[in-house]
């Protein structure tokens, strides 16, 4: 029984931690000779604070451009 619980309590775990994981896109767009410009941003997987970096690091592009960055969670 202890083997059991100890078994089911590694399951539970593994299962949790995968769980953590998040995905985001992130993008921008702007005006260029009177074209919207799209810049698409690879997909980012991580833990959440790996996901605050990039979107942090993003928006800092974005911003240097003068424009806003739009990000969705894909996971």
């Given at each position: 029984?202890?083997?059991?619980?100890?078994?089911?309590?590694?399951?539970?775990?593994?299962?949790?931690?995968?769980?953590?994981?998040?995905?985001?896109?992130?993008?921008?767009?702007?005006?260029h000779?009177?074209?919207?410009?799209?810049?698409?941003f690879?997909?980012?997987?991580?833990?959440?604070?790996?996901?605050?970096?990039?979107?942090?690091?993003?928006?800092?592009?974005?911003?240097?451009?003068?424009?806003?960055?739009?990000?969705?969670?894909?996971?």
């Amino acid at each position: 029984m202890k083997r059991f619980l100890i078994g089911a309590a590694a399951i539970a775990l593994v299962v949790s931690a995968v769980s953590c994981k998040q995905c985001v896109t992130c993008y921008y767009e702007y005006q260029h000779l009177g074209d919207t410009v799209k810049v698409d941003f690879p997909e980012e997987c991580g833990k959440s604070a790996d996901i605050k970096a990039y979107k942090i690091e993003k928006e800092a592009e974005a911003n240097r451009q003068g424009v806003e960055l739009v990000c969705d969670n894909t996971k």
